[in-house]
């Protein structure tokens, strides 16, 4: 299926990554210095993928699935309209599907093309996710992977993964906490991070509460 192409596929860790984060800075230096962008219009671009855009949008989706059911139905049914309903839709998110960790199974995303991903629900792409090691590795061995990210699940449990397109993308909603009954949907969707709803790490718990 076709892919959106984004030919960001630096490595965990390594000296690539460090050589491309050198050279983008150089680019902005460059850029900014010829007065072809301003400093502060791309620094108020980048604050609202990252704090405006998302990941914060998907964790209000998600605590607002934990706290209602007709709505968690309706995501699960058809998440666009669902997650539209709250007024996040735009740029790489137009078609999504929501996809709900439970005891006996856990999901987990990639897309092993290149980087798909729902940028209006959950921000910036982490430069793993666009990785060839984790786009290569986590289709065949998710234990594994999920483990190197801190991760370790029941053997009783199920490790899906679903791979993203250009046509469709993937909410992961992970599965409340215990010991939240009483937390407000606000404090709950503090607990949701980027990772968790993409499935490589799960909700956090609130501070005094047993794991």
Request: charged content about 25%; proline content about 5%; aromatic content about 8%.
């Amino acid at each position: 299926m076709p892919h959106d192409h984004d030919h960001g596929d630096e490595d965990h860790g390594g000296s690539h990554l460090d050589e491309m984060t050198a050279r983008v800075m150089a680019l902005e230096t460059l850029l900014t210095r010829k007065g072809l962008i301003e400093r502060d219009a791309l620094e108020a671009i980048i604050d609202t993928y990252e704090t405006k855009v998302g990941p914060r949008n998907g964790a209000r989706v998600v605590a607002r699935a934990w706290t209602d059911d007709a709505f968690a139905s309706w995501l699960s049914e058809d998440a666009t309209a669902a997650i539209a309903s709250l007024g996040y839709t735009g740029r790489q998110g137009e078609h999504m599907r929501a996809v709900f960790n439970t005891p006996s199974q856990h999901n987990v995303v990639v897309c092993t093309l290149c980087s798909c991903y729902p940028w209006s629900v959950l921000g910036l792409p982490p430069a793993w996710y666009k990785s060839h090691a984790y786009r290569s590795r986590v289709v065949i061995e998710p234990r594994q992977v999920l483990s190197e990210f801190g991760l370790h699940l029941p053997e009783t449990t199920a490790v899906r993964v679903w791979d993203s397109t250009s046509e469709l993308r993937f909410l992961v909603v992970p599965e409340r906490p215990a010991g939240t009954e009483d937390l407000s949907e606000d404090d709950l969707a503090a607990l949701v991070s980027r990772d968790s709803m993409i499935g490589t790490a799960l909700a956090r718990f609130p501070e005094g509460a047993g794991a």
